[in-house]
């Protein structure tokens, strides 16, 4: 049997939504009654292949180029089944390229769990997941690879940093949650222990190149909390991390301490929802005899209004704020000190998209982006900083593809 997924703004929120078509394979509904176990068996997957044009500055590949850059490529497959009732194993492998080489489009696997249901009932529920598990923070980390799960081609850039995606999507190791429910709403609960995927590109995204290697030598934890009344209107969580990384500068040993702290809240009325999350990132890198140490408060939001014009056609306008650092808003101190341009220490984002889903297998997706700032762009497509603009402009779209 295959699962289908209603969407009837009025009834629930725009994020349960989301999830419920991000997560479709992950729910066989064969597996309800006394079905076997090879009934439950669900394989699904998808398909987007974007278009990325910029006037200056480089994102997922030569996008200045007059031709754009074609080198923005997601491709999914996933599968789940039910051994046993309390029980569900799912695996997703993941090709995506985002610029960069060749190399990044080898499959991986994006995440596997064996997800073991200790308790559920009418009031509440209690899990653990053992595996590569998604990192629960903000409101999209957790569907954000499958582009129909996402409210635009690109997530808020402050926040869901593509740059360093590797390092917030997954992490490997152990996951509990709990969910109540109650008359006041639904109180959900996430919190994982593992050890955080670095990638070989995060050197140079992090530190820029100046890093020979980065690994995870202790687990990091991340934990989030959530709540959606019962009209399914009002959803509002608080999400943090703390992650740790090994490093080396100038061949000396450094240590890299990582906590963003993300606070969310969104509205859902029948045709339009708005969306805003507000994060504080603390950073600091340290160690003996290195060339360069900080520590440093970082600030990311934005504000979003989503419209549904009919059922198949929808509208979003957006302001993404982001600073590196608070106590240097403008960059000026980080460009006196030699370390880069000033502009590449903040960026502002005025986004204007379209998508139209005229069946629920195929998404059309357009959307233009008037940038002030470089500080979320991937340092793979711009290796010097200092030939990178300040104010640029992108066009992406993007065709998509489920099944």
Partial sequence: MRASVSFQWSERS?????LAAGLLTLLPLGAHGNDHPSDTLQVHGFLSQALVVTDDNDFFGASSDHAGSLEFTELGLNASFRPHRKVLVAAQLLSRRAGGDTEDAEPTLDYGVIDYQMSSNTSRTVGVQLGRFKNPFGLYNQTRDVAFTRPSILLPQSIYFDRT????????????????YTDAGTLRFRSGLGRPQTGSTLTRQLFNGAAQDVSAAEPSAIAQLLFED???QWVAALSTAKVNLDTSLGGQAADFEFQP??????????????????ARRQQSLDGDSLPRTFDITGESWYVQYQYRFTPTWSGLVRFDRLINDTDDRSGQRYQQAGLGPAHSQFADDLTLGVQWTPTPRLMLAGEYHAVDGTGWLPNQDNPDANATRQRWNMLLFQLSLRF
């Fill in 261 to 278: 702290w993300i606070a969310s809240l969104q509205y859902n009325d029948e045709y339009w929802s708005l969306t805003a999350e507000y």
């Fill in 14 to 18: 725009l994020l349960t939504s989301w």
């Fill in 165 to 180: 995606r590797a390092l917030g999507l997954a992490a490997d190791g152990v996951s509990v949650y709990w969910e109540a």
């Fill in 230 to 232: 019962p009209t399914g």
